[in-house]
């Protein structure tokens, strides 16, 4: 009579199934299983919380404000709302907990994404409205910020990153992605689909330094409109940045007096965008589609 043999895991074999690296120096467990974290829950209690937990791949946020910021600092992490208009992070205020890659200024970024590669921000409203209003224009104040990371931002909301109280500021940014001129370990690569971005001082979507490339594709962008807050950009790609502009719906973004110049896409020492602005709706903007050769300069609408 035949009998087959009983299936035998490894130990090798039941450390893959269980998503587990069992070996090390020492003969301990090096990476633990990951897994989906929610958020609010005991042991979750904040997004950071959850962030901070590294089996957390997944983190689903559910419905409510969010009064914190969140700093992102390692790789293949999923923050997933439960709608734009449902998980909104709005904090009642910030403190500069980056810098920027080319002049090392401080940035306050509501949502960091830092040195991490593989990270999805997906279906909630970065909100600044509570801290933006009466602040200045220092330290910079940023929605969404990739620095030296990427990852994908899609169905979220980056909204109200201005001080309506404060002229010329040129560091109110909805979505920043920045990379270190193209050092090792500093480049950026995202994709940017499907967002609503509005009510930024600046620009909405900015992407600077050489080796960011950045695909932006069925956002719509809106800017404030005719004032003199600062000349605004819907997207910006400068300073040696690539990437793809197209698919989006970019209004409002207008300068007056007409000394300096708003645009619904710059691009400043950069590569990639102009060609392909075509396939983009533009309405209300000062100038559609800006390509320039230097800046910044004080009078430039050129943010770095």
């Known amino acids: 009579m035949d009998f087959k ?7 090798m ?3 893959l199934v269980l998503g587990l690296v069992m070996f090390s120096g020492n003969g301990s467990t090096t990476k633990a299983a990951l897994a989906s974290c929610s958020v609010p829950s005991g042991s979750y209690p904040t997004i950071q919380s959850a962030v901070n937990d590294v089996t957390c791949s997944t983190i689903n946020v559910g419905p409510g404000t969010y009064n914190e910021q969140v700093a992102v600092t390692r790789s293949d992490v999923t923050i997933t709302g439960a709608g734009a208009g449902s998980t909104i992070i709005q904090p009642s205020s910030v403190t500069a907990n980056s810098s920027s890659l080319f002049s090392g200024a401080p940035i306050a970024a509501i949502l960091l994404v830092d040195g991490a590669t593989g990270v999805t921000v997906e279906d909630l409203t970065v909100d600044g409205s509570i801290v933006g209003t009466g ?3 220092a330290p910079t104040l ?7 990371a990427s990852g994908v931002i899609s169905d979220t909301r980056v909204t109200n990153i201005a001080d309506p109280l404060a002229t010329g500021c040129q560091g109110y940014l909805g979505i920043f992605v920045q990379s270190g001129n193209g050092g090792p370990n500093l480049n950026s690569s995202v994709v940017i689909d499907g967002n609503t971005v509005d009510n930024y001082g600046k620009n909405g979507i900015t992407a600077n ?3 960011t490339l950045v695909t932006v594709t069925n956002n719509t962008v809106t800017g404030s409109g005719p004032g003199t807050l600062a000349a605004q950009n819907g997207v910006q790609l400068g300073f040696g940045a690539h990437g793809k502009v197209t698919n989006n719906a970019i209004s409002g973004n207008f300068y007056t007096p007409a000394t300096v110049v708003a645009c619904g896409v710059l691009t ?5 965008a102009i060609g392909q602005t075509k396939s983009n709706t533009f309405s209300g903007n000062q100038q559609n589609v800006c390509n320039a050769g230097s800046g910044p300069s004080v009078n430039s609408p050129f943010n770095r």
């Open 142 to 148: 940023v929605g969404v910020f990739y620095r030296a």
């Open 209 to 211: 330094e050489a080796g």
């Open 5 to 11: 043999k009983p299936a035998v895991l490894s130990s």
């Open 268 to 272: 400043v020492n950069a590569g990639g």
């Open 135 to 137: 602040r200045g224009c």
């Open 13 to 15: 074999t039941l450390a």
